[in-house]
């Protein structure tokens, strides 16, 4: 249950737009990304892959490598001498570095630690691997079907029917009433399937590490991540090292969108750093990203939704199957849990099938599963709107979600913004903008749940009255300047007397990882709490210096003031002075707050857009995108507005040109950023964010999570849009020229 | 590995003839990616930037010579050679970034041998001839020799491009290069079609070329689609059957930039769109 967190209140700096703290770095380029750091003596690292989609791998020959001027390390698994007992610990090593079975093309089998990067390439291509070559399947209808190539057996769960191959290993299902009754009371009927491509996040950085493991057990790890805490808790796992004797230091970020939640090379590192006794540097090729980490999963959808005359969805089911690439896991519960939850149902049915591929392991990608969730529902929705000549954001709004509903997946929301961001729609001058020929435009809703989670924040009151705030969690959508801003509001101090850091793993208890849009959030909340610490301290101080009872002294524009005239008449002190004889009053101010922060509000979005296809290429161009979405409270509107237009971009690039493309041999044929098409700057129009604050009941101020909700609509929106203008339902992603062409000379 | 930078064209074809892995570095956009992914480790790299003929553009006997290592942002740059040549000029312009092209140049362009070269179509239809310089001499060669296959060339040993030489604009005459890539810019040809025409004083169209790229391993240039506008005013009727005559004349694959089919409709596409825009800057009205 959420808890009720939030007052209303005037703020002063949580609104504002202050320049960027991280900014002057960034665009001068000083900041120290992964590949920035280097240590003395540092070898260079490098790990030989797989060209296999599936193959055993009955020996390695290491000798020739081993033998190279200046190769300090070769290692292959045979060197991971411990066996972690936990099966997901087991499968993050046998993901870093392939046991008996290379399971997808980009597979670790075998990696180096040389003098210079040209040994450490020259000793790959010395390495020796006997493969015998195995079936492999990478797609995911293919590999649900009895008979298909099994990756690894055994690992299917119980909840799975009878009937599919062990690939498949685990099925979810959720929703109430009864479906088909539903459709019973529908004037129509749609059913529907759908695919969409498996799509990377695109991150600009390559993953990229220094490593150093001492034969003490004491290890250091700077790495780019979006979780130097997982990343300690998961080397320390897979290594069976103490996590105490590994500090892990993230530095700054070029981007994650989820794919760096995960390990994928960090443990080799350490290895490498072990044998050689050498500080080594790790860092992927562009190559390297796409092969060997996770893009999110494909999908292969079924949706059936009903609905009467007048725009009343009865009836609603869907099935999702989604590719866990060569580990088990997966994420169709959440397609299955976020598909119809922007809808008021009573009649909802839906379930998730994970499916097992010679891909690499899918990973996190922006509220993963959820854009995959939404698409086949609200193109469905839309194609129901088209046939019974209904209006789309009209026919939302009379099964939109309110404070109360019962979601598709189990809760009961409480106060939520879908209404207001489909009513901001309607009003908007978008939707009533005329269209030219071969154009259409398209709308659709989506939904993400935000997270909240471990969290710990320490704020230390400088002698000189500064503040320095140390934070664990790397700061991928502008951290930094939203927990100063927050702690400069709760102090009420100015902006610049507050500087935030990315403290490492020794310096503040466990963080969960940058994920599910928690950090303004749940570390916002952790700083207005660890703030509000320090001004009790400050209090107290101030009550001290005065004689007083700290009960009749209050906090206000940054200084401490008698709570009224029966407190006795005493000039305010501020924090300046406070600070400045705390070692008098009791020694150094500090406040922190340590939570696994819940009440994360739930956040909803409606997006518009309007495309042009050209008749005689199937070509799409994004011509209008106005994103409307709940931030609650938007912190810092720059970054909360960048996170909406983000969301939106990656649509756009999942929708029309972006896909994992298999050749036949269950190679990837496009691991570079050629060939794997996100947008460029040319392909987007300027797209219009508009900001709705439903306050969220579990934040102090109101705070929900913004980062991911806005990938959700995309898909099905430009989809909605296409359709409309090409004059045929388009029921397969990415919509790319040479498939829309197809489709307009079928109709 | 050894970096040269030669001063004139004799020590350039010197150091190529020495040498069959040495390879000649012109705006680099290509080598050094490949260099870089480690599929190439030339023995030698013969920087032609320090040669000053290559780079220079310069007015010869009506047309235009173009050195090799002339990067396209200076072509886009240069007014009368524009005015010339604008389907040749745009063509280099679509190479890239605008990084990229303050470094690509033409001759590397043609001579990395890529069926999907933006610039090659759009050379081919202008007549565009390459200077070859080698141990046994110099020679010109229309462009359209010079790919032989797939990143393969009809150059002999120690030979190179020094430039590429555009004819003397025809009277009454444009030519266009339109490509189809599935983003708006920083892509490589899905197809690309190159068309030229010049016109008779009654407005009728004399001559024409017409050139498609990334529809087989080198550019076709292609009688029967020049056929179809020849002797027409490049109605509406002649662009259908343009269109159709390229759709016929591609041979293009199945990969991951298209199917054969698309290549093929979009061929007919880029045809009709290139050859409007050619006969409108024929008649002066583009």
Known sequence: ?747 | MRFETPTSVDQAVALLAADPEARVLAGGTDLLVRLRAGQVAPSVIIDIKRISEMTVISQEDGGWRIGAAVPSAEMNEHAALKADWPGVVEAADLIGSTQIQGRATLAGNLCNASPAADSVPAMVVAGALARIAGPNGTRDVAVQDIPSGVGKTSLGKGELVTSIYLPPKPAHSGDAYLRFIPRSEMDIAVVGCGVAVALDDQGKISAARVALGAVAPTVILSQSCADTLIGTTGDDAALDALAAAATAEAKPIDDKRGTIAFRKDVAGVLAKRAAKIAIARAKGEA
């Open chain 1, 1 to 747: 249950m959420p808890k009720d967190e939030y007052q209303s209140r005037d703020f002063k700096v949580v609104g504002t737009r202050p320049i960027r703290p991280d900014g002057i770095d960034k665009v001068t380029g000083k900041a120290r990304y992964g590949a920035d750091i280097t240590a003395p003596g540092m070898l260079w690292g490098a790990i030989l892959r797989s060209p296999h989609a599936h193959a055993r791998i009955r020996g390695i020959d290491t000798s020739k490598a081993r033998a190279i001027k200046g190769v300090k390390a070769v290692i292959t698994r045979d060197d991971f001498t411990y066996q972690p007992e936990d099966s997901d610990m087991a499968d993050i090593l046998d993901n870093c570095m392939a046991g008996e079975t290379a399971r997808y093309d980009g597979h670790a089998v075998a990696a180096v630690a040389a003098t210079s990067k040209s040994i450490a390439r020259a000793a790959l291509a010395a390495i020796e691997v006997d493969y015998e070559v195995l079936p492999h399947v990478t797609d995911v209808d293919e590999a649900m079907k009895p008979g298909a190539p099994v990756i690894e057996s055994g690992r299917q769960q119980e909840n799975v029917p009878k009937g599919y191959s062990e690939n498949v290993t685990g099925r979810s299902q959720y929703g109430h009433g009864d479906p088909e009754e539903g459709f019973k009371q529908a004037d129509l009927v749609i059913k529907r399937s759908f695919k969409t491509a498996a799509t990377h996040q695109g991150y600009i950085e390559p993953h990229a590490c220094l490593a150093t493991l001492g034969s003490d057990g004491q290890g250091d790890l700077w790495v780019c991540t979006q979780g130097h805490y997982m990343v300690r808790n998961v080397c320390a796992g897979v290594l069976g090292l103490d996590a105490g004797q590994l500090r892990v230091t993230a530095s700054e970020i070029g981007g994650g969108f989820g794919g760096k939640t995960h390990v994928w090379m960090e443990p080799t590192a350490l290895m490498l750093a072990r044998k050689s006794g050498k500080p080594v540097k790790l860092m992927m090729s562009r190559d390297e990203v796409f092969r060997a980490t996770g893009p999110t999963a494909s999908s292969s959808v079924d949706v059936k939704i009903g609905m009467t005359k007048d725009g009343k969805i009865t009836g609603a089911a869907a099935t999702y199957r989604l590719q866990a690439g060569a580990y088990p896991g997966g994420i169709a519960f959440l397609s299955a849990m976020c598909g119809f939850a922007p809808y008021d149902l009573e009649n909802v049915r839906t379930e998730g099938f994970e499916v097992m591929t010679n891909r690499p392991k899918a990973a996190a990608y922006r509220a993963p599963g959820a854009p995959m969730g939404a698409y086949p529902v609200e193109s469905v929705i839309d194609e129901l709107c088209q046939k019974l000549d209904l209006d789309p954001l009209d026919a939302r709004l009379k099964n939109a979600a309110r404070e109360g509903t019962k979601s598709s997946y189990g809760p009961t929301y409480p106060a939520i913004g879908l209404e207001a961001t489909l009513k901001a729609a309607q009003s908007h001058p978008h939707w009533t903008a005329p269209l030219g020929p071969n154009q259409g435009r398209g709308v659709a809703c989506g939904f993400w749940f935000n997270f909240g989670g471990d969290t710990c924040v320490s704020l230390m009151v400088n002698p000189d009255g500064t503040v320095s705030l140390s934070e664990g969690n790397p700061d991928i959508g502008g951290s930094r300047a939203s927990m100063s801003m927050m702690a400069a509001e709760e102090l009420g101090v100015p902006l610049d007397q507050v500087r935030t850091i990315i403290a490492d793993t020794a310096s503040l208890g466990q963080n969960e990882v940058t994920d599910g849009s928690r950090v303004t959030f749940a570390v916002g909340l952790a700083t207005i709490k660890a703030a509000r610490h320090a001004v009790e301290i400050m209090k107290e101080r101030a009550a001290m210096t005065w004689g007083i009872d700290p009960e009749a002294v209050d906090w206000r524009d940054g200084a401490a003031h008698p709570a009224g005239p029966n407190a006795g008449k005493f000039p305010p002190m501020t924090i300046k002075e406070i600070a400045a004889i705390a070692s008098n009053t009791g020694g150094p101010i500090a406040g922190h707050h340590e939570v696994n922060a819940e009440g994360a509000g739930v956040s909803f979005a409606t997006h518009m857009v309007d495309t042009e296809v050209d008749p005689e290429t199937g070509a799409v161009k994004v011509l209008r995108y106005t994103v409307f979405q709940d931030a609650g409270k938007a912190v810092h509107p720059d970054y909360v507005e960048g996170q909406f237009q983000g969301g939106a971009a990656q649509g756009i690039g999942w929708a029309i040109n972006e896909e994992y493309i298999y050749g036949d041999d269950g190679r990837l044929q496009n691991a570079g950023f050629l060939d794997y098409r996100i947008p460029v700057a040319s392909d987007l129009p300027m797209i219009e964010p508009v900001i709705l604050e439903i306050p969220n009941p579990g934040h102090p101020y109101g705070v929900r999570g913004v980062g991911e909700t806005s990938i959700v609509p995309p898909l099905a929106a430009i989809a909605n849009s296409v359709s409309r203008a090409a004059g045929v339902r388009l029921t397969s992603l990415p919509m790319s020229p040479p498939k829309v062409l197809a489709a307009l000379k079928a109709e």
